[in-house]
């Protein structure tokens, strides 16, 4: 079946260690992006790609990187500057085709991080 | 940056009632969304409405939308255990690059069987 895998589900980081969070998508879509998502709180895009080897800053990308070598991958890196990376990160891709106009996102299924 | 705002934060229902959410927002938009979330998982896509659009229905939800008020509301009818969720509601921006999403808190709906 075709969506977004993220991994891991799970992740603990010690205080200085950069971690990173892998999403693959075998949707086709053009477009990816990075959300944060803390308790009782919404989502704050953190980075987008709508191309391969192209990336954007979104709201709260300070303390993050990504890469975009593939179209089906988007890696995000919490980097120690990071000061408080405990947090719900999610993936997810745009539709492309007839729905691409739309922006209806899809999503994986998160990535809980929490730092020692 | 904040855009939508759901009301209310959260619900309690029984099985069967009705569920009613309110999201308003604050610029232009070319499109609301309404999404939902599972405890602990990702969202999912439930309903588009574009801004020339003042209704639309899938199934059991209902979806208006009053661009001069600037809000929107999801019911959704015959409430199901299973409907237990976060319910967001999110903006594109009129002009806005298609895909970034604007998210409200959501508001957390509780159905009692």
């Known amino acids: 079946d075709g969506g977004i895998t993220q991994s891991p589900k799970y992740l603990f980081r010690k205080e200085g260690q950069n971690v990173t969070l892998s999403c693959e998508q075998n949707?086709?879509?053009?477009?990816m992006y990075w959300y944060r998502q803390d308790p009782g709180q919404g989502l704050r895009l953190i980075y987008y790609?709508?191309?391969?080897?192209?990336?954007q800053k979104g709201d709260i990308a300070e303390g993050y990187s990504v890469s975009r070598e593939k179209k089906e991958s988007f890696p995000l890196t919490v980097t120690s500057a990071q000061k408080n990376p405990t947090a719900f990160y999610l993936c997810?891709?745009?539709?492309?085709?007839?729905?691409?106009?739309?922006?209806?996102?899809?999503f994986g299924e998160g990535s809980r991080l929490t730092v020692l | 940056s904040q855009q939508g705002e759901e009301d209310p934060q959260a619900l309690s229902i029984q099985e069967g009632e009705n569920a009613t959410m309110n999201c308003s927002y604050k610029?232009?938009?070319?499109?609301l969304q309404w999404y939902r979330q599972n405890s602990g998982r990702g969202l999912v896509h439930l309903i588009l409405?574009?801004?020339?659009?003042r209704e639309k229905h899938s199934g059991r939800l209902r979806v208006t939308l009053d661009t001069s008020k600037k809000s929107s509301s999801l019911l959704i009818t015959a409430s199901r255990a299973a409907d237990t969720a976060s319910y967001f509601c999110?903006?594109?921006?009129?002009?806005?690059?298609?895909?970034?999403?604007?998210f409200g808190k959501g508001t957390k709906l509780s159905v009692k069987p």
């Open positions: 409405i574009r801004s020339n659009e």
């Open positions: 610029t232009s938009i070319n499109n």
């Open positions: 997810a891709s745009l539709a492309s085709g007839g729905a691409r106009v739309t922006g209806e996102l899809f």
């Open positions: 790609s709508q191309i391969v080897n192209d990336f």
């Open positions: 949707l086709n879509h053009d477009a």
């Open positions: 999110a903006t594109v921006n009129y002009g806005g690059s298609q895909g970034n999403l604007i």
